[in-house]
């Protein structure tokens, strides 16, 4: 008879391929092995959910909030060739468009009316309207990732895609990207046009890294890009106007897979970056007052995220598998710690009429986290590097995994869903644990 021990969890394990924001963060989707679903980012709701026959998808990239999503076939059984991208319309439930390559599709960004998709060492654009054109292409160097990053914001023209020679930038200027389209009554205010005698782009390359990029992301206005590299300690923002670098932070010592700037990485733990010394400031070593004196290391003089936030290892599945089995290091077991990052925008809790920005992190084991800055008072109109429009305090937010074991406790979320970590004071340096909940479980969507 076989006694080992064994447990048994009550859920079924929780299979997303993929997950990602709209350009504005006001939804996301979500693709597992039976097809993809729209939710609302904040306050979490499930908008739309679709499953598919014949084949499972990579990735399902949302155009802002429209119905429009492009599709890209991946995992075991590809829905899609992996040279396609499909365009499809939600609300109609069918294929509007194909677009076929001679090779495998490596990445996608997207605003309105236009699409630009990264193949192994070129760029194409392409202007989506009633109809697809191809606008142009840009030989790259080698990008097997598929980096790049489009500005999305009002009458922006940033394109950043990585240069012909390893770890430069290249700056593509495309035309101008249309307001959105009000859906009540015309706003007071609508977006200003920036003034054609003021708008310069001097600067069309940037010798960013020494090593292959693996992540670009930009404001919605185009005038920041940030990037990191291969070895995944730096992460360096620049001004695209000049190409001056404008501050370099370090994630940490050790490499580190970064994946995004604002997305995630193989490792876990969230880091909130200031570009400005108000609402708070970055930590630096102890020793760098130094350096104006002494002949110290650049790292001594290097600056750490001020706000960080460590998701915890998930273990939500069913596990049925003795105490003596062994997991091969070969498992994947990062398909279940990955997570995004993304800016919304809440009531502030001492003023409803004001709004405060906070963090929503989505892991690709269904959990949905919001998580506040350590800030004494709501931060008003501030920014991060890839999706909250442009103002004086910028904040920069990226993720890392510290490596954990695969039979993680789960004891430090909150109790079935929702909490609040009342322990972490506004004065620490940890970002605010506010909500937490599950998303993407096919037994009922969440």
């Known amino acids: 008879m076989n006694l080992a021990r064994r447990s048994i969890t009550q859920t079924s394990p929780v299979q997303i391929f993929n997950t990602q924001f709209d350009a504005d963060c006001q939804i996301f989707t979500t693709v597992t092995p039976v097809g993809f679903a729209v939710y609302q980012a904040w306050p979490l709701k499930l908008l739309r959910k679709r499953e598919l026959n014949g084949g499972t998808l990579a990735a399902a990239v949302p155009c802002h909030t429209s119905s429009l999503l492009f599709l890209l076939g991946g995992g075991r059984s590809p829905l899609y060739p992996p040279n396609k991208v499909i365009l499809w319309d939600d609300v109609a439930g069918v294929e509007v468009a194909e677009l076929e390559f001679r090779e495998k599709v490596g990445g996608l960004a997207c605003r309105r009316g236009w699409l630009a998709v990264a193949l192994r060492r070129r760029v194409v654009v392409f202007e989506v309207h009633e109809t697809v054109i191809r606008r142009g292409e840009y030989d790259t160097c080698d990008n097997p990732r598929g980096v790049l990053a489009m500005a999305t914001g009002p009458y922006a023209t940033l394109l950043a895609i990585p240069g012909r020679q390893m770890g430069h930038v290249q700056l593509v200027q495309l035309p101008p990207c249309r307001p959105p389209e009000p859906l009540g009554p015309p706003p007071p205010l609508r977006p200003a046009k920036p003034s054609t005698s003021t708008v310069r782009h001097s600067v ?32 360096r923002i620049w001004e695209t106007s000049n190409g001056k670098l404008l501050k370099e932070f370090r994630r940490g010592s050790d490499k580190a897979e970064i994946y995004g700037v604002a997305v995630w990485s193989d490792k876990g733990t969230i880091h ?76 502030a809790k001492t003023e409803e009429s004001v709004q405060e920005y906070q963090l929503v992190a989505l892991t690709y084991s269904g959990g949905w986290y919001r998580l506040s800055l350590p800030l004494k008072g709501p931060l008003v109109n501030h920014s991060n590097v890839s999706d909250v429009p442009q103002d004086p305090h910028h904040r920069v937010s990226s993720t890392s995994r510290q490596r954990t074991s695969s039979v993680s406790s789960i004891n430090s979320l909150p109790d079935r869903g929702k909490g609040k970590q009342r322990d972490k004071g506004r004065d620490s340096h940890d970002l605010i644990l506010e909500e937490y909940r599950k998303y993407g479980r096919w037994d009922g969507w969440g």
């Open 204 to 235: 069309s390359i940037i010798a960013a890294h020494e090593s292959p990029l693996t992540t670009l992301s930009v404001t919605p206005s185009g005038r920041l890009v940030a990037t990191t590299s291969l070895r995944g300690t730096l992460v």
């Open 272 to 347: 909130v970056f200031s570009l400005t010394l108000a609402g708070g400031s970055n930590r630096q070593s102890s020793l760098s007052p130094l350096a104006p004196f002494l002949p110290l290391p650049k790292y001594f003089d290097s600056q750490w995220s001020y706000a960080q936030y460590r998701i915890p290892a998930q273990a939500a599945h069913i596990s049925l598998s003795s105490t003596s089995s062994v997991r091969s290091p070969a498992t994947d077991l990062a398909a279940d710690e990955k997570c995004v990052v993304g800016w919304i925008k809440v009531p």
